[in-house]
Nanobody, 129 residues
Framework: QVQLVESGGGLVQAGGSLRLSCAAS????????MGWFRQAPGKEREFAST??????????YYADSVKGRFTISRDNAKNTVYLEMYSLKPEDTAVYYC????????????????????WGQGTQVTVSS
């Protein structure tokens, strides 16, 4: 099992930026697939981004809604994954969740909730217009 703790959420104006962090502990390593999901009020939790590694290659995928504005990265030495968010929009308002999976990499990335077996508690991001 992997324990995850998110931080970095907050209130920001439209067009602003935030950096979320996810500190991982437990059964985690460089091959652990990490993902970010988000859930807006009244909506389903949706995929935002994922980062994984197969051999020497790092694979990164984004949802179309955040592509070009969000950047995912990881620091394996710190067991931390980041989500840098730029040009934020009011529709980015949501609780952002970090997730982890040790089931391995697959083409196209892990984009479904049930492909992850560990979740953080979430951090609120609110973008005002």
């Amino acid at each position: 099992q992997v324990q995850l703790v998110e931080s970095g959420g907050g209130l920001v104006q439209a067009g602003g930026s935030l950096r979320l962090s996810c500190a991982a502990s437990g059964r985690t390593g460089s091959s652990t697939v990490m993902g970010w999901f988000r859930q807006a009020p009244g909506k389903e939790r949706e995929f935002a981004s994922t980062i994984s590694r197969s051999g020497r290659i790092t694979y990164i995928y984004y949802a179309d809604s955040v592509k070009g504005r969000f950047t995912i990265s990881r620091d394996n030495a710190k067991n931390t994954v980041y989500l840098e968010m730029y040009s934020l929009k009011p529709e980015d308002t949501a609780v952002y969740y970090c997730a982890a999976s040790n089931s391995g990499w697959k083409p196209g990335g892990l984009r479904k909730r049930d492909e992850y077996d560990s979740w953080g508690q979430g951090t609120q991001v609110t973008v005002s217009s």
